[in-house]
T-cell receptor, first 116, second 112 residues
């Protein structure tokens, strides 16, 4: 099955700096890569996603890049703010067949702390 | 529009007891999911339902059963709780069957 590795496990930055979180995946058939933000005591929130026919996607201060050859994808947050502090999860899934639908495999998470 | 709601928020069980976790969504989504979250292990899929009337096993289904009661509701049942089932449980839904988009607030379950 799919295996997703996420690094780093913790990341500390100063307000205004950029933050980058990287994930690698094992299944070359994976074609959907979402990122989630989880604040303390809450459920994860989808913040951005990318499909395998796209190399990069941006939404205001966040962007995701995908390198299918190397099987890795990254989340980039620019101009970080204290409210960006949270746990971030990457995930990967494939829709190659009916039994694979919905089976997202998550990374272990990155605790991002943005210091004012 | 409440999104995804879960009940209860907290629950303590004794080993061997049973309980049902309730989940409902008001976004008219076809797909619904149950995940568990354990420290250092991210989220793991227990069961999912691609559409009303269908359910399928995820990564960690042992010890659980599910019911897709209708399009809105998807419940998770623990028939005989074990300490290994101590976790935070999240229900989620999406219009896209590739994976969960909207998560509920979670149920924190402790099995003694």
């Amino acid at each position: 099955g799919e295996n997703v590795e996420q690094h780093p496990s913790t990341l500390s930055v100063q307000e205004g700096d950029s933050a980058v979180i990287k994930c690698t995946y094992s299944d070359s058939a994976s074609n959907y890569f979402p990122w989630y933000k989880q604040e303390l005591g809450k459920g994860p929130q989808l913040i951005i996603d990318i499909r395998s026919n796209v190399g990069e996607k941006k939404d205001q201060r966040i962007a995701v890049t995908l390198n299918k050859t190397a099987k890795h994808f990254s989340l980039h947050i620019t101009e970080t703010q204290p409210e960006d502090s949270a746990v971030y999860f990457c995930a990967a899934s494939t829709n190659a067949g009916g039994t694979s639908y919905g089976k997202l495999t998550f990374g272990q998470g990155t605790i991002l702390t943005v210091h004012p | 529009n409440a999104g995804v709601t879960q009940t209860p928020k907290f629950q303590v069980l004794k080993t061997g007891q049973s309980m049902t976790l309730q989940c409902a969504q008001d976004m008219n989504h076809n797909s619904m999911y149950w995940y568990r979250q354990d420290p250092g292990m991210g989220l793991r899929l227990i069961y999912y339902s691609a559409s009303e009337g269908t359910t399928d096993k995820g990564e960690v289904p042992n010890g659980y059963n599910v019911s897709r009661l209708n399009k809105r509701e998807f419940s998770l049942r623990l028939e005989s709780a074990a300490p290994s089932q101590t976790s935070v449980y999240f229900c989620a839904s999406s219009e896209d069957p590739r994976g969960a988009k909207f998560f509920g607030p979670g149920t924190r379950l402790t099995v003694l």
